[in-house]
């Protein structure tokens, strides 16, 4: 089997913008490509990620996103699992370049969420959700996501306050973040003082909608070397994925089991355990998950991943000393659907490539990425990087 690296990578603008999705497609892949030859002669496939045609009433995004790379007659599929949508897509090129379909492949997502306004993207969120009754009960994501809120502040001692100190934590590492949406700090009175969107869950519990795109080359080790960036390359050692069922009201609300499958499916093939990953990017669409993450992917004991704001050395026996979402996560650097899961590969490169700046973690060696679509699990993927040495 072939090994996988991420050789390059790039990003758009986050936030609210009136560039249309190609164009912050552009600006990704120019960033990516910045000091490379053109797409068409690096690349032979292309994947991306893309939640929702109802934003820019767009399909066909495979092939519009291969004509606005400057590729031309070659494999370029659009896939989907709703905010998983972008891991889906690295997924896919970690598979064709591990099995020799393709020496290099563009995995992109994009997302143009403003364009519908906040009844545009609540409906077009809510087709992740089960039609029969969670749909037609008019239920929306934000609460959905308050259920599991409730569910784990009634089964364990964690309180409001303490998911109001997952968004500061957030917030601060957006601050030293350039890509991220939100710069700025916040205290823990400022979320608490914040309108309900849908309690437990406040404004700054919740990510935000967020236009924007990002790309990350896929290559095996000839390209890479070819390229000259080897020793800048990130090994993509391990990958995972599941999909739980779909309506919440199914499922165990505190303990995210597809996540679960997922991470440990990518601990097994890349070789290493919950221990060995010193930085996460766990899909904190609010910040529940953030907790609910971390104790699914084992790095905190049941009931205690709230404690993923504290240094390492300040948490209860059990936890590892990973730090988890030194982007500033989807809370705060930003949540364009089908871009996050690459967003969250970004972020793994650059602290595995010592590139990280103010927020770069010491002698950062192994990262885990959760990417979840649809309420918590209903399909999430998990990818194990780690620095070429």
């Known amino acids: 089997m072939a090994t996988a690296h991420l050789i390059a990578v790039g990003s758009s603008p986050l936030g609210k913008t009136d560039l249309p999705g190609r164009d912050l497609f552009s600006r990704a892949i120019a960033e990516a490509f910045e000091g490379l030859p053109d797409p068409a002669d690096v690349v032979d496939g292309l994947y991306v990620g893309a939640q929702s045609e109802r934003y820019e009433n767009q399909i066909m995004q495979g092939t519009l996103m291969a004509e606005w790379a400057g590729l031309r007659n070659?494999?370029?599929?659009?896939?989907?699992?709703?905010?998983?949508?972008?891991?889906?897509?690295?997924?896919?090129?970690?598979?064709?370049?591990?099995?020799?379909?393709?020496?290099?492949?563009?995995?992109?997502?994009?997302?143009?969420?403003?364009a519908g306004g906040t009844e545009g993207a609540?409906?077009?969120?809510?087709?992740?959700?089960?039609?029969?009754?969670?749909?037609?009960?008019?239920?929306?994501?934000?609460?959905?996501?308050?259920?599991?809120?409730?569910?784990?502040?009634?089964?364990?001692?964690?309180?409001?306050?303490?998911?109001?100190?997952i968004a500061v934590k957030n917030h601060r590492n957006a601050a030293s973040n350039p890509r991220?949406?939100?710069?700025?700090?916040?205290?823990?009175?400022?979320?608490?003082?914040?309108?309900?969107?849908a309690p437990p869950l406040k404004?700054?519990?919740?990510?935000?909608?967020?236009?924007?795109?990002?790309?990350?080359?896929?290559?095996?080790?000839?390209?890479?070397?070819?390229?000259?960036?080897?020793?800048?390359?990130?090994?993509?050692?391990?990958?995972?994925?599941?999909?739980?069922?779909?309506?919440?009201a199914e499922r165990d609300l505190t303990f995210v089991e597809g996540a679960n499958v997922a991470a440990s499916t990518a601990y097994e093939d890349a070789d290493v355990d919950a221990a060995d990953i010193d930085v996460a990017e766990v899909h904190d669409a609010f910040t529940v998950c953030e907790a609910l993450l971390a104790e699914?992917?084992?790095?905190?004991?049941?009931?205690?991943?709230?404690?993923t704001v504290e240094d390492p050395g300040d948490r209860s026996a059990g936890w590892t000393d990973v730090q988890i979402n030194t982007s500033g996560g989807l809370k705060a650097r930003g949540h364009p659907?089908?871009?996050?899961?690459?967003?969250?590969?970004?972020?793994?490169?650059?602290?595995?490539?010592?590139?990280?700046?103010?927020?770069?973690?010491?002698?950062a060696n192994t990262a885990l990425l959760i990417n979840e679509g649809g309420v918590a699990d209903a399909h999430t993927v998990a990818h194990v990087l780690t620095h070429n040495d």
């Open 180 to 197: 991220a949406m939100f710069q700025q700090a916040v205290d823990v009175e400022t979320v608490m003082d914040a309108p309900d969107v």
């Open 296 to 307: 699914a992917a084992e790095f905190a004991p049941k009931g205690r991943g709230i404690e």
């Open 203 to 248: 404004l700054y519990d919740c990510a935000p909608v967020t236009d924007g795109a990002a790309a990350v080359v896929v290559a095996n080790d000839e390209v890479a070397a070819d390229l000259q960036r080897r020793h800048d390359a990130v090994h993509v050692a391990g990958v995972g994925s599941a999909a739980n069922n779909l309506a919440v």
């Open 122 to 165: 609540t409906n077009a969120l809510g087709a992740a959700f089960e039609r029969a009754l969670e749909q037609r009960s008019g239920i929306t994501a934000p609460a959905t996501y308050a259920l599991l809120a409730r569910r784990y502040l009634h089964e364990t001692d964690a309180t409001e306050r303490d998911l109001a100190r």
């Open 74 to 114: 070659v494999p370029a599929e659009r896939v989907e699992a709703c905010a998983a949508a972008g891991a889906l897509a690295l997924k896919n090129a970690v598979r064709d370049v591990r099995a020799g379909v393709h020496d290099a492949v563009l995995a992109c997502g994009v997302e143009k969420m403003t």
């Open 337 to 363: 659907i089908g871009a996050t899961g690459l967003l969250q590969a970004i972020e793994a490169y650059e602290q595995l490539t010592d590139r990280a700046g103010e927020r770069q973690v010491a002698d």
